[in-house]
């Protein structure tokens, strides 16, 4: 709306002044050089502003036919440009369709009409890794990594390329060359703190981890450097044990659920004589996540205790997580040391309908310890070779005995976790403890001796043998058709998904992974 009233302002103002020189057009008269020239003020006026019209016509002409070199350069520029940008996308996409041919082709033409181009390269580097030649993929790399636009680039796709060639000096080397032009990259500080975590520099690990801490949300930063601390105080627990039990009271801090800290921190504040805070500690650790490590070191936390003192404290710990089985373990392993076996039994009951390894064998111990049954002991030896399996530290795939702070198989920090490794279902046998089911009820003849009013034969089957034989329990079997063999449930094999970034397959060919060699291994490629 003010536009248009400055518009008719505008327009009113001209229209006035017209009609001003139209009601008074005066004279106008140039003497020069001989010439007289007379007329109007509004004819001089409409002269000069047609002069100024066609001075302006002729600056553009001039002006076009000296810019016309500039001009047709910049077009074919902006031409080249729709060019490569055309053939770079099409190439992208026949790499992401996997068409190797496609993408060669568009590489070609991405190369010829813009080679210094970034995307060029990076196409370059994409065919090169989809077609499995490693030699072009390293030179677009490395071409990348000689530019400052495209340095960060080149260092992730040579990072790549050393860790598939298994040359981890080679990949530390970009990893930490990366870090250092770009210390936001959180590719290269993650790898760099990996391959110092793997190599046990546990100093240079948390110097680092310190440097990134902004990088990093408060959880995760505690968490991480409660697992470094931890790693540093078992590397120096025997060399330094003032700085250890230090570090190990420092990640029992940051992180109070991290059992290994909790552990270690515990056992060393007991050997120092500090028994509550020892207890707190352990304690604090148990409520998040009971393990046998805790129990233990609650159960050993007065040295020379009798046994019938750390079932007590057992007990105290077993009833704050009830129903729980590290807590039903615990209790039952105290008891059977206090010989106290109804209580052990009694621990274990809730477990019988479907043991795991651990309750089996320790069902076993019980059998000898209170009874001298050789025969039962062994019945549960027999269950725990089919028994489900216990939880254990387990990362990638891969089962270790002990924690530790870096996984062994893809070098990721913290990753080792307390829980049941991946396996095949075990089918739910029978329970020993369980009352037997007769299949039929027996035929007693009328003239059968009898014993205190119970048929002899019947009695003689409700009463169990001293010592049965032992029972090796197998899966179950399953029959699809009369007359074919018998089946075992197929199990699901454990397969190696690939963290690498680059591509899964060359021209359509599928990797075949290693074979397993027995256990839970890592499958390398």
Known sequence: MIRVALYLILVGLLAYGVALLADRPGDVVVTWQGWRIETSLM?????????????????????AILRSPFILRRHL??????RAYEAISRGLIAVGAGDIAAARKHTAEAKRVAPAEPLALL???QVAQLGGDPEAADSAFRAMAGRPDTKALGLHGLFIESRRRGDHVGAQAFAEEAARVSPSLGWAGKAVLEFRCLTGDWAGALALLE???RALDKENYRRQRAVMLTARALATEEADRDNAKAFALEAAKLAPTLVPAAALAGRMLAEGGELRKASRVVNKAWDAHPHPDLAQVLSDLRFGDAARDRLKRIEAL??????????ALALARAALDAQEYGKARAALASHFAAPTKRVALLMAELERAEHNNEGR??????RALNAAPDPAWTADGHVSDRWLPVSPVSGRLDAFAWRVPLTAIPAAAPTIEA???PLAAPVVAASEPKVDGVPAVQRQMETPPAAAEPVDAAPPVRRSRPGQPMKREPVIPLVHAPDDPGPDSVDGVEPQAAPQNG?????FE
């Not at 520029?77 to 729709?82: S, Y």
């Open 123 to 125: 196409l370059h580097a």
């Open 519 to 523: 256990g839970w291994r890592k499958i």
């Open 377 to 382: 002991a062994r019945e549960w030896i027999a």
């Open 435 to 437: 009352e037997p089911v």
């Open 77 to 82: 520029h902006h031409r080249r440009g729709e």
């Open 318 to 327: 077993a009833k704050k997580v009830p129903g729980h089985i590290e807590g």
């Open 43 to 63: 004819v001089l006026g409409a002269a000069v502003l047609v002069a100024m019209a066609l001075l302006a016509l002729l600056w553009s002409l001039l002006s």
């Open 211 to 213: 440097a990134n801490r």
